[in-house]
């Protein structure tokens, strides 16, 4: 393998409490390594940053929905077609990229690994498929299990609490599909909705038919994946989304997991004030004031940016409400057993009162916070915006000017409801930046080798021109090394790579098989025995990261 | 042989995957049983036995020259063409596509027998859909529209629960002018010609939207979906193919999105073939593009007009019945004298293994309880991306 040495670059490494150190980071073999012989080849990084590869811990790039979102926006991506080369498979940009479009462009953007956040166990063949034709980037998938009827007859069945059976059922779920980690979406919600359009609108609303409540579904599964010591903590995308006056439900699903590691997914979504039907406010500083209390939870932002979106949830009752706003296109997908989805292309509009407050709050909750660990940087990509809309978001949050004038352009009315006026002049740092984009992900996916540049991390590394622009910084790195090879060089992708897939595992009982199996019998249209995925075509390569029980 | 299985049977698009096959007297059964999925998998295994490896002008060739050939055909070709693609499974179509892009070559999830290019609906307004567990066990009203199930997916009644025993509150209602094995079942049997279709269903969405219409029949039809809080809608070829066929799908979609607004609907579309939906899948994510896709101009374009298929030189089926005119056809049967290069392929769900997407979308693995020697399409594609690269 390529020995490579990084001479001379401003290295931002927070995770080993490097800030912008002069120094050399040398690899060998796929890993940073102290030193490399003589013949290394050397990247002069001088004038420039060097950081460990990004890491996107929450964006939608796979699978059933991720597709019909394709198919539903066909003229969304036909000006920004991808030619194929010598090297290249050919594709379609856009808000919703194909595959191969996806992987290249995260690539330049120098990101090295990507979460799904969100996938149909049932459908695991389908995401992992379309992993395997997203190249350059590592990349896990997280299953969806808050409206899993056969998980809430386990919890049912143990009066509403975690559970031995439990907590092996979801041990056999990440095993049967590859999966990395458990995502809840609008727990109990969804299975109202695809009853009768029905939803759950607090934590102890029963879920009709199974006798279990979504305050329950978060307690038993959250303590079921925190008991397994999982490498990701349960990911939370609350009840409510969208709705004014839900950073009440956000609270209390913050408190509902109290004592237990939890990541929530797209905060901003969650951080409404106001009343059912009005109009919102931004709650934001009251969610982070219960993070610095709470270091055991953390959030990704899911920030707005104006411009052009496609909503696609598991929260198909969202959907339905944008539909009903006036959308022209809409998809409803309903996966038996376990979920639902909802796709609407969207636009977000600076002088949209509403859109404007969404895009107010996200900038408030990367802002007011005190500890970047906590609040990572996502834009629920591609719900808030397409994920090549980060360089612009970073450049909003370490220019001050540039910020001050995107704010003119937005609803005053709206702006003049957040903090952004209040003489708000705080500017993130390279280091922060570092910590929001890779450092923070990588510990909370609980990826070791990644987000970091110490000895014996993956050789995923991204090196920056230090321009003024950060947006054009970031947007173009001057060099992104995966696996410990120059994948991208002076703005063009000089080689391709698969990429590996990350799953975890869990020790659990086989004998779950025996509780499950009849469970599945009068539920699934797929028998028990075809429904686990174990294709090594599909699950290799792979690396396994494992659980430690607590 | 003996009883074999559960597998997964590729007869159809619904993919059944509790299927046993017992061949071990003169015919093949399946239990449950399924003429069509038995007639399936003995075809294909009479097919496999003693059928030569390949062809070439009609006269049977070994796989290598075949494939050269082959390769030969379509680095000459100005226009070629990928087509068909019945019985293909993921991998496939993934091979497939990979081969388009490199040959900028036009694409269609298509038999040669089908309309082209059927334009669809859903990029325009979207579709409210569900896989075959959710309408079983959550639509109380299931409406067929101009389909014949019983023949062409013999076992979707049973798994949308309307088999023996099963409850009697709920309704199925076909709608069709011909006396089929699915109106012997229905519940509620309206009849009307094809022509009246269109009209028929803006006609539900004034009723759906409480403005008063000459309905006749179809008032009974809206009543019975007004009186539930769950209703599917299953249709297909009959209704949204031929000439109009996007009018009448997109009448479809924008009656259940007017449903929607007071109840949960949904609807489930029979494709014509069981490997359209899987090929479609990969099309989509491969390009961004679904059902018929140009890759001459060095990217993905799809193709929503009339197909330029009239300098098309070389046509590639793959996966497709041989049945008319093709340069090359890889497919377990035999090809034609239309057919300049056949390479025999072992028929997935048989005698090779696969990913498959059921007609709902849901993905399964096919089993291959009766492996040969035969090359899979993805085996051969790759081989010929690779002849063709060098």
């Given at each position: 393998?390529?020995?490579?040495?990084?001479?001379?670059?401003a290295?931002?490494?927070?995770?080993?409490?490097?800030?912008?150190?002069?120094?050399d980071?040398?690899?060998?073999?796929?890993?940073?390594?102290?030193d490399v012989?003589?013949d290394?080849?050397?990247?002069?990084a001088?004038?420039?940053v060097?950081m460990?590869?990004?890491?996107?811990?929450?964006?939608?790039i796979a699978g059933?929905?991720?597709?019909?979102?394709?198919?539903?926006?066909?003229?969304?991506?036909?000006d920004?077609?991808?030619d194929?080369?010598e090297l290249?498979?050919?594709?379609?940009?856009?808000?919703?990229?194909?595959t191969?479009?996806?992987?290249?462009r995260?690539?330049?953007l120098?990101y090295?690994t990507?979460v799904?956040?969100?996938?149909?166990?049932?459908?695991a063949?389908?995401?992992?498929?379309?992993l395997?034709?997203?190249p350059?980037?590592?990349?896990?998938?997280?299953i969806?299990?808050?409206n899993?009827?056969?998980?809430?007859?386990l919890i049912?069945?143990?009066?509403?609490?975690d559970?031995?059976q439990?907590?092996?059922?979801?041990?056999?779920?990440?095993?049967?599909?590859?999966?990395?980690?458990?995502?809840?979406?609008?727990?109990?919600g969804?299975?109202?909705?695809k009853?009768?359009?029905?939803n759950?609108?607090?934590?102890?609303?029963?879920?009709?038919?199974?006798?279990?409540?979504?305050?329950?579904?978060?307690?038993?599964?959250?303590?079921?994946v925190d008991?397994?010591?999982?490498?990701?903590?349960?990911?939370?995308?609350?009840?409510?989304?969208?709705?004014?006056g839900?950073?009440?439900?956000?609270?209390?699903t913050m408190?509902?997991?109290?004592?237990?590691?939890?990541?929530?997914?797209?905060?901003?979504?969650?951080?409404?004030?106001?009343r059912?039907?009005?109009?919102?406010?931004?709650?934001a500083?009251?969610?982070?004031?219960?993070?610095?209390?709470h270091?055991?939870?953390?959030?990704d932002?899911?920030?707005v940016?104006?411009?052009?979106?496609?909503?696609?949830?598991?929260?198909?009752?969202?959907?339905?409400?944008l539909?009903?706003?006036?959308?022209?296109k809409?998809i409803?997908?309903?996966?038996?057993?376990?979920?639902?989805?909802?796709?609407?292309p969207?636009?977000?509009?600076?002088?949209?009162?509403?859109?404007?407050l969404?895009?107010?709050?996200?900038?408030?909750?990367?802002l007011?916070?005190?500890?970047?660990?906590?609040?990572?940087l996502s834009?629920?990509?591609?719900?808030?915006?397409?994920?090549?809309s980060?360089?612009?978001?970073?450049?909003?949050?370490?220019?001050?000017?540039?910020?001050?004038?995107?704010?003119?352009?937005?609803?005053?009315?709206?702006?003049?409801?957040?903090?952004?006026?209040?003489?708000l002049?705080?500017?993130?740092?390279?280091?922060?930046i570092?910590i929001?984009?890779?450092?923070?992900?990588?510990?909370?996916?609980?990826?070791?080798?990644?987000?970091?540049?110490?000895?014996?991390?993956?050789a995923?590394v991204?090196?920056?021109v230090?321009?003024?622009?950060?947006?054009?910084?970031?947007?173009?790195p001057?060099?992104?090394?995966?696996g410990?090879?120059?994948a991208v060089e002076?703005g063009?992708?000089?080689?391709?790579?698969?990429?590996l897939l990350?799953?975890?595992r869990?020790?659990?009982?086989?004998?779950v098989g025996?509780?499950l199996?009849p469970?599945f019998?009068d539920?699934?249209?797929?028998?028990?025995?075809?429904?686990?995925?174990r294709?090594?075509?599909?699950?290799?390569?792979?690396?396994?990261?494992?659980?430690?029980?607590? | 042989?003996?009883?074999?299985?559960?597998?997964t049977?590729?007869?159809?698009?619904?993919l059944?995957?509790?299927v046993?096959?017992?061949?071990s007297g003169?015919?093949?059964?399946?239990?449950?049983a399924c003429?069509?999925g038995?007639e399936?998998?003995?075809?294909?295994?009479?097919l496999?036995?003693?059928a030569?490896?390949?062809?070439?002008?009609?006269?049977?060739?070994?796989?290598e020259?075949?494939?050269?050939?082959?390769?030969?055909?379509?680095?000459?070709?100005?226009?070629?063409l990928?087509?068909?693609?019945?019985?293909?499974?993921?991998?496939?179509?993934?091979?497939a596509v990979?081969l388009?892009?490199?040959?900028?070559?036009?694409?269609?999830?298509?038999?040669?027998?089908d309309?082209?290019p059927?334009a669809?609906?859903?990029?325009?307004?979207?579709a409210?859909t569900?896989?075959?567990?959710?309408?079983?066990?959550?639509?109380?009203?299931?409406?067929?529209?101009?389909?014949d199930?019983?023949?062409?997916?013999?076992?979707?009644?049973?798994?949308l629960?309307?088999?023996d025993?099963?409850?009697?509150?709920?309704?199925?209602?076909?709608?069709?002018?011909?006396?089929?094995?699915?109106?012997a079942?229905?519940?509620l049997?309206?009849?009307?010609?094809p022509?009246?279709?269109?009209?028929a269903?803006?006609?539900?969405?004034?009723?759906q939207?409480?403005?008063?219409?000459?309905?006749?029949?179809?008032?009974?039809?809206?009543d019975?979906?007004s009186?539930?809080?769950?209703?599917?809608?299953?249709?297909?070829?009959g209704?949204?193919?031929?000439?109009?066929?996007?009018?009448?799908?997109l009448a479809?979609?924008?009656?259940?999105?007017?449903?929607c607004?007071?109840?949960?609907?949904?609807?489930?579309e029979?494709l014509?073939?069981?490997?359209?939906?899987?090929?479609d899948?990969?099309?989509?994510?491969?390009?961004?593009?679904?059902t018929?896709?140009?890759?001459?101009?060095?990217?993905?374009?799809p193709?929503?007009a009339t197909?330029?298929?009239?300098?098309v030189?070389?046509?590639?089926l793959v996966?497709?019945a041989?049945?008319?005119?093709?340069?090359i056809?890889l497919h377990?049967?035999?090809g034609g004298?239309?057919?300049?290069?056949?390479?025999?392929?072992?028929?997935?769900g048989?005698s090779?293994?696969?990913?498959?997407h059921?007609?709902?979308?849901?993905?399964?693995t096919?089993?291959?309880?009766?492996?040969?020697?035969?090359?899979?399409?993805?085996?051969?594609?790759t081989?010929l991306?690779a002849e063709?690269?060098?």
């Amino acid at each position: 393998m390529t020995e490579i040495r990084i001479s001379g670059g401003a290295v931002h490494d927070p995770a080993n409490d490097v800030d912008g150190e002069v120094r050399d980071v040398c690899l060998k073999d796929g890993k940073v390594v102290n030193d490399v012989g003589p013949d290394a080849r050397r990247i002069d990084a001088r004038g420039m940053v060097v950081m460990a590869g990004g890491v996107d811990i929450h964006a939608h790039i796979a699978g059933p929905k991720v597709n019909a979102a394709r198919k539903l926006t066909p003229d969304d991506r036909r000006d920004d077609p991808l030619d194929r080369t010598e090297l290249l498979r050919s594709g379609s940009g856009g808000v919703v990229p194909s595959t191969f479009a996806t992987g290249y462009r995260y690539s330049l953007l120098g990101y090295t690994t990507v979460v799904e956040a969100a996938a149909p166990p049932l459908a695991a063949r389908h995401v992992l498929s379309e992993l395997r034709d997203t190249p350059m980037i590592d990349k896990a998938f997280l299953i969806l299990m808050g409206n899993n009827q056969v998980l809430f007859e386990l919890i049912r069945a143990s009066g509403g609490g975690d559970s031995q059976q439990l907590r092996d059922a979801i041990a056999w779920w990440l095993d049967a599909t590859g999966g990395y980690g458990v995502k809840l979406v609008n727990p109990g919600g969804v299975e109202r909705w695809k009853q009768d359009n029905g939803n759950v609108h607090s934590l102890d609303d029963e879920v009709t038919g199974f006798e279990v409540t979504p305050r329950q579904v978060l307690e038993a599964i959250g303590g079921a994946v925190d008991e397994l010591g999982l490498p990701h903590p349960v990911h939370v995308h609350a009840n409510n989304l969208g709705i004014p006056g839900n950073a009440d439900t956000t609270l209390d699903t913050m408190r509902t997991l109290s004592g237990r590691q939890a990541h929530f997914a797209h905060l901003q979504f969650h951080a409404y004030g106001g009343r059912p039907g009005g109009q919102p406010r931004s709650r934001a500083p009251e969610l982070l004031e219960y993070l610095g209390k709470h270091p055991e939870i953390t959030a990704d932002v899911g920030q707005v940016m104006f411009g052009p979106a496609v909503t696609m949830t598991a929260d198909a009752a969202v959907s339905a409400v944008l539909r009903d706003l006036g959308a022209d296109k809409w998809i409803n997908q309903d996966t038996e057993v376990e979920t639902g989805c909802g796709i609407v292309p969207y636009r977000y509009r600076a002088g949209n009162y509403v859109h404007a407050l969404q895009w107010g709050i996200g900038l408030e909750l990367f802002l007011l916070g005190t500890n970047p660990w906590q609040v990572m940087l996502s834009t629920d990509h591609p719900n808030g915006g397409s994920f090549l809309s980060y360089p612009k978001l970073i450049r909003l949050l370490m220019d001050r000017a540039f910020r001050e004038d995107q704010l003119a352009g937005a609803n005053q009315r709206a702006i003049r409801r957040t903090a952004l006026l209040d003489g708000l002049d705080r500017e993130y740092t390279l280091n922060e930046i570092a910590i929001i984009t890779r450092a923070a992900p990588a510990r909370r996916l609980g990826l070791r080798d990644k987000g970091h540049l110490g000895v014996g991390a993956d050789a995923d590394v991204t090196v920056y021109v230090d321009r003024p622009d950060r947006e054009e910084m970031f947007a173009t790195p001057r060099y992104v090394i995966k696996g410990g090879e120059v994948a991208v060089e002076e703005g063009e992708l000089r080689r391709s790579d698969d990429g590996l897939l990350l799953s975890s595992r869990a020790a659990f009982d086989p004998d779950v098989g025996r509780v499950l199996e009849p469970l599945f019998g009068d539920r699934y249209t797929v028998a028990f025995d075809h429904y686990p995925v174990r294709d090594p075509a599909l699950r290799e390569p792979a690396r396994i990261v494992e659980a430690a029980a607590r | 042989m003996a009883e074999l299985g559960p597998f997964t049977c590729a007869g159809c698009g619904l993919l059944c995957d509790d299927v046993t096959v017992d061949d071990s007297g003169d015919s093949v059964r399946l239990a449950p049983a399924c003429d069509l999925g038995s007639e399936w998998f003995a075809e294909r295994r009479r097919l496999s036995a003693g059928a030569p490896a390949a062809t070439i002008s009609g006269e049977p060739a070994d796989v290598e020259s075949a494939l050269a050939r082959a390769a030969e055909l379509l680095r000459g070709s100005r226009r070629p063409l990928m087509q068909g693609f019945a019985n293909a499974t993921v991998e496939d179509a993934r091979a497939a596509v990979a081969l388009a892009d490199r040959l900028g070559a036009l694409v269609s999830i298509r038999s040669p027998a089908d309309a082209w290019p059927g334009a669809p609906a859903v990029p325009l307004r979207g579709a409210s859909t569900a896989t075959l567990g959710e309408i079983r066990d959550r639509s109380q009203v299931v409406v067929i529209w101009r389909e014949d199930p019983e023949t062409t997916h013999p076992r979707l009644l049973e798994r949308l629960g309307f088999g023996d025993g099963s409850r009697s509150e709920r309704t199925l209602a076909v709608i069709d002018n011909r006396d089929t094995a699915t109106t012997a079942r229905a519940g509620l049997h309206l009849s009307w010609p094809p022509a009246r279709d269109l009209d028929a269903l803006v006609t539900l969405h004034v009723l759906q939207r409480g403005r008063p219409a000459h309905a006749g029949d179809l008032s009974g039809l809206m009543d019975r979906i007004s009186a539930v809080p769950h209703a599917a809608f299953v249709y297909g070829p009959g209704l949204i193919g031929g000439a109009g066929g996007q009018r009448r799908a997109l009448a479809l979609h924008e009656l259940v999105r007017g449903l929607c607004h007071d109840r949960h609907v949904v609807t489930l579309e029979l494709l014509p073939a069981p490997g359209t939906r899987s090929a479609d899948d990969v099309l989509a994510w491969q390009s961004g593009y679904g059902t018929h896709v140009d890759f001459a101009g060095g990217h993905p374009e799809p193709v929503t007009a009339t197909a330029p298929l009239d300098d098309v030189d070389v046509t590639l089926l793959v996966e497709s019945a041989p049945d008319g005119a093709a340069e090359i056809a890889l497919h377990g049967l035999p090809g034609g004298p239309d057919v300049e290069v056949w390479i025999r392929t072992a028929a997935a769900g048989v005698s090779a293994g696969g990913t498959a997407h059921r007609l709902d979308g849901v993905p399964l693995t096919l089993q291959a309880p009766q492996p040969d020697d035969a090359p899979t399409a993805a085996a051969l594609l790759t081989r010929l991306l690779a002849e063709i690269g060098t």
